[in-house]
């Protein structure tokens, strides 16, 4: 095939998706104001997810002819329809059949294993290898599970039984995840599009820097809070670093950060945006359909945790800033950027939003608020009109990035099929707890573990999803509630985002930054450990949580926030001078404890008493005894008068 004749598909195809991805906003208008039944809603939803994401994104093999790869696609977007036009045709009797009972046609197996194999391309094309392996495993335990021995082991299913629970029920691919997909994540991805096309992210980026540039650390707080406000609203932690890093990263490095230092605060910031309220990431629109809980309140039980993450970020890059002598922004750098005051206007979108959540509006009609606020707000000022390009932009990239969403996590309602039916959930929740000989901390410490594998090279939702379903049982059968032990499972997914081998999000951001990826992953990987046992926290304190009294949710921040500040200390190093190892490793040990322990107990006053008590005492010698002897606390000479250390 010509260049110019390729070149001529490639644009059919992309004309031919806009049109298709037009339809799919208008479907979830139509579904959102006129609910469907789900054997109707669902079916169509991954059926427009599919096509999108084959026309967007075509086979790549290039040890295939260019006329191999197009006759594959075009049989995979034809099986996608076949597959829409079965679920069409056979709707009646699929919602009223009887599960077990019912009679199961041939051409129910031939379109739910058309459906299986399409979901596994899919997959393929939207998040890679990783999560197809995950999906084989699943299956092939499915159907021979009759052959493995002890306890993992099952009388297996029958093709027919496999095929009826996968995907003629809503128990399978059509059952919480895409329903998660349909009710709530697509809109607020149609928002997200929305509001960049807009500039919002860009708004974000340059309020940052304004309010943090001229700051010790000044260009790392201002990528934290850039990435943090962009990340809640994205959802995507690769994503957010890959629109957001363009700008934050090189800055950085301009003031003297190390590229892969850089590369490691971006990529730590937008995994984190996944934990900040409003919107968070994708995995909290699950975990409310799992928990039955709206969302908001989830919403809420969430802020305090984020806060406290996002607040030792803050923490220890400003300690490690001024115990390494990182210059700010000036004010000519600060001023370079575009002024916030004729854009300020811009920020009404998420306030929209978050006034409806607060409201009592459903999140989903909330989203298409803010999404339509998206659209008018920027005609308040001249400088900010939108044309069409942006529009076409929005419209184009918002049921693309559903569609390479709505695919993985459709798939995955295979792995929870077979988890749930098999009885393998509950099975794996009584050998976790065997395996930790009934002890708490050594059962969280395995979960967490678990998800940090899991997570590594898959999506977060993908990871979460899993780990709730193996994990979750597990931690409940010790006590824990249940909106803890999600909370748990998808702290710990998000992280995974960062955490070596496979890392990401800090892959990517070592991409954009051009730096070293392992260097990068170990950076981003390093910073997480200010935040990293706050899970365990609230496990033992649903204070933070933001459930009990007033009262009660007041001294529980409390808490996370000066246990997480002793971490951030000893991780900066710094206490008006660079701390020694051993006062880091104490007052690390003492956060440590504050964090783990329940609020007001007899380890928690120990932490909080032994690790304060110390930096004061450090702070005390520094300013009142510089020149006094402390070898053993400090590391080196006092700082300069500026209050940084001496750049080398």
């Not at 084959?54 to 040890?63: G, S, V």
């Not at 000519?332 to 607060?358: G, K, Q, S, W």
């Not at 200390?569 to 660079?578: D, E, I, K, Q, T």
């Not at 006094?628 to 590391?635: I, K, W, Y």
Request: hydrophobic content about 55%; aromatic content about 10%.
């Amino acid at each position: 095939m010509s260049a110019v004749a390729a070149e001529s598909s490639k644009g059919i195809a992309r004309k031919v998706a806009f049109l298709i991805g037009l339809l799919f906003v208008a479907f979830q208008i139509w579904v959102l104001y006129d609910p469907q039944q789900p054997l109707f809603s669902r079916p169509l939803h991954l059926s427009f997810a599919l096509l999108l994401l084959f026309l967007y994104k075509p086979l790549e093999a290039d040890r295939l002819p260019r006329w191999v790869r197009l006759l594959i696609d075009s049989f995979v977007l034809l099986a996608t329809l076949g597959v829409c036009a079965y679920y069409l045709l056979a709707y009646d009797r699929l919602t009223t059949r009887m599960e077990n009972v019912s009679p199961i046609f041939t051409v129910d197996i031939v379109a739910g294993s058309a459906l299986v194999l399409l979901l596994l391309e899919g997959a393929r094309r939207a998040v890679g290898m990783i999560l197809v392996y995950v999906l084989a495993v699943f299956i092939l335990y499915a159907l021979f599970g009759g052959y493995l021995p002890g306890w993992i082991g099952f009388r297996g299913f029958m093709m027919d039984e496999a095929i009826e629970i996968v995907s003629m029920t809503t128990a399978g691919v059509l059952g919480i995840t895409t329903s998660t997909s349909v009710s709530f994540i697509f809109y607020f991805i149609l928002f997200g599009a929305f509001y960049s096309a807009v500039g919002g992210g860009q708004l974000f980026i340059d309020l940052a820097i304004r309010v943090a540039g001229r700051a010790t650390g000044g260009t790392a707080k201002a990528a934290i809070l850039g990435s943090s406000l962009m990340g809640s609203i994205s959802g995507s932690a690769v994503a957010n670093v890959v629109s957001t890093g363009v700008f934050t990263i090189p800055l950085m490095k301009r003031t003297g950060l190390a590229d892969y230092r850089a590369a490691g605060v971006e990529a730590i910031a937008s995994t984190g945006g996944q934990l900040m309220p409003p919107v968070m990431g994708v995995a909290a629109f699950v975990m409310a359909e799992m928990l039955g809980m709206p969302y908001p309140s989830l919403a809420l039980a969430g802020l305090i945790p984020a806060l406290a993450f996002y607040f030792s970020l803050l923490l220890v890059v400003d300690l490690t800033a001024r115990r390494e002598g990182i210059r700010a922004l000036t004010e000519e750098e600060v001023n370079a950027t575009a002024p916030i005051l004729p854009r300020l206007h811009l920020i009404l979108p998420p306030i929209i939003l978050v006034f409806m959540l607060v409201s009592g509006y459903s999140a989903a009609y909330a989203a298409v608020g803010a999404s339509v606020a998206s659209l008018v707000v920027p005609f308040l000022r001249r400088s900010t009109w939108i044309g069409r390009s942006e529009l076409s932009d929005a419209l184009r990239n918002a049921p693309k990035q559903a569609a390479e969403v709505a695919v993985p996590i459709a798939a995955i309602g295979i792995v929870i099929a077979v988890a749930v039916q098999s009885n393998l959930a509950l099975k794996f929740a009584g050998s976790l707890v065997s395996l930790a000989e009934g002890s708490i901390y050594a059962s969280l410490a395995l979960a967490m573990v678990g998800c940090i594998i899991m997570g590594m090279g898959l999506p977060t939702v993908a990871a979460y999803i899993i780990g709730a379903v193996l994990f979750v049982p597990a931690i409940q059968k010790l006590g824990i509630e249940p909106l803890a032990a999600h909370f748990f499972i998808f702290y710990y997914c998000v992280l995974s985002m960062v955490t070596p081998p496979v890392a990401l999000a800090s892959f990517a951001a070592a991409a954009v930054g051009k730096a070293p990826a392992v260097k990068t992953g170990f950076a981003a990987f390093g910073l997480s450990l200010v935040a990293f046992f706050v899970p365990f926290g609230f496990v033992f304190d649903m204070g933070v949580l933001a459930q009990g009294s007033y009262g009660t949710i007041a001294v529980s921040a409390a808490s996370l926030f000066g246990a997480t500040a002793l971490w951030a200390v000893a991780f900066g190093g710094w206490c008006l001078r660079p701390l020694a190892l051993p006062t880091r490793l104490l007052i690390g040990l003492s956060g440590l404890t504050a964090v783990i322990a329940p609020a007001e107990s007899i380890y928690w006053y120990a932490g909080m008493l032994a690790g304060w008590g110390l930096v004061i005492l450090l702070v005390l010698i520094a300013k009142l005894a510089p020149e006094a002897s402390t070898r053993g606390l400090f590391s080196n000479p006092p700082q300069g008068a500026d209050g940084l250390a001496p750049k080398a």
